[in-house]
């Protein structure tokens, strides 16, 4: 991949990230610090109680970590892919740990502000709902599938060289180790739906709506979900799969609804491949589809 191209379009992503953060927490400032001046009541089904200015630096840190990440990986000459690193099951499995990790952080943040039980909507009556959430996959890949039609990702390809997937996707592809495969499907399937949308939605959504309003903390979150996997081809169907999972914790007011929607999502790419491994010209456009949505 021309890596000029995917860092410039990336860095331009935080860039823009950074920016609405900014203007979000000096409108806020000006607007709801100082006699007088007390920030509005919570409104919308996610609360918004008990998040403050401290937040900012919360989110700065979050965003922080993943542009230094990201520079990190356009400082190295020759980076290697995730498929060419040795002890493949402890590496990922490293990763998984790194996840619970970023749970642990937003809860030492929040749980002395909140209860945590109730800002996340953990306890949630109309559970039921989570049974909906093949359904929204369903439409976020028809999204994606009018992508396809009107030429997006051929336009992509022409801006770049190489192969679009993202190394997560290819790793499943080509590995035919059980433990990598199995440690892969743990970390892709249910660490990265649990510790994303705890960071993602659960704080840093809940927080960009304290400082701003619904529909720029909804864009602001899709955005920088979608730059925090540093893949040119995903940044587009990733930011829609983002606003997605904020849409539905606004829409449900719990923290089930996202984890259940990107837990299928990451789990349908990873039964898609699984199966192209055991037929490889079986649903071929499957192969391609996934490759280029890869996993949140």
């Known amino acids: 991949m021309d890596m000029e191209i995917d860092s410039r379009v990336i860095g331009v992503t935080y860039s823009v990230c950074a920016a609405m953060l900014l203007v979000s927490v000096g409108c806020y400032v000006v607007r709801h610090t100082g006699s007088g001046k007390a920030p509005p009541m919570p409104r919308g089904k996610v609360s918004i109680a008990g998040f403050g200015l401290i937040d900012a630096i919360g989110i700065s840190i979050f965003a922080g970590f993943y542009v230094l990440s990201w520079i990190a990986s356009l400082m190295v000459e020759e980076q290697k892919e995730l498929g060419e690193m040795g002890n493949l099951p402890a590496l990922l499995l490293s990763q998984l740990a790194f996840q619970l990790f970023q749970i642990v952080i937003v809860l030492g943040l929040l749980f002395w502000r909140m209860n945590l039980a109730a800002a996340f909507g953990l306890v949630w009556r109309r559970w039921v709902l989570v049974f909906l959430a093949p359904l929204v996959v369903v439409m976020i890949w028809a999204l994606m599938g009018v992508l396809e039609v009107v030429g997006y990702f051929d336009w992509i390809s022409e801006?770049?060289?190489?192969?679009?997937?993202?190394?997560?996707?290819?790793?499943?592809?080509?590995?035919?180790?059980?433990?990598?495969?199995?440690?892969?499907?743990?970390?892709?399937?249910?660490?990265?739906?649990?510790?994303?949308?705890?960071?993602?939605?659960?704080?840093?959504?809940?927080?960009?709506?304290?400082?701003?309003?619904?529909?720029?903390?909804?864009?602001?979150?899709?955005?920088?979900?979608?730059?925090?996997?540093?893949?040119?081809?995903?940044l587009l169907p990733l930011t829609i799969l983002g606003i997605f999972l904020a849409l539905a914790y606004e829409y449900t007011g719990s923290l089930w609804a996202p984890i259940a929607i990107h837990f299928c999502f990451n789990s349908a790419t990873t039964v898609s491949q699984m199966i192209m491994k055991l037929n490889p010209e079986l649903l071929e456009q499957i192969e391609q589809n996934a490759a280029y949505f890869g996993f949140g």
């Open 159 to 234: 801006l770049v060289d190489g192969d679009l997937k993202q190394d997560a996707v290819r790793l499943l592809a080509e590995n035919n180790d059980p433990m990598t495969l199995g440690a892969m499907a743990l970390v892709a399937c249910w660490g990265a739906p649990l510790a994303e949308e705890v960071v993602f939605r659960g704080y840093i959504y809940a927080a960009m709506k304290r400082f701003s309003n619904i529909p720029v903390a909804v864009i602001f979150t899709g955005i920088l979900f979608g730059a925090v996997h540093m893949n040119l081809a995903a």
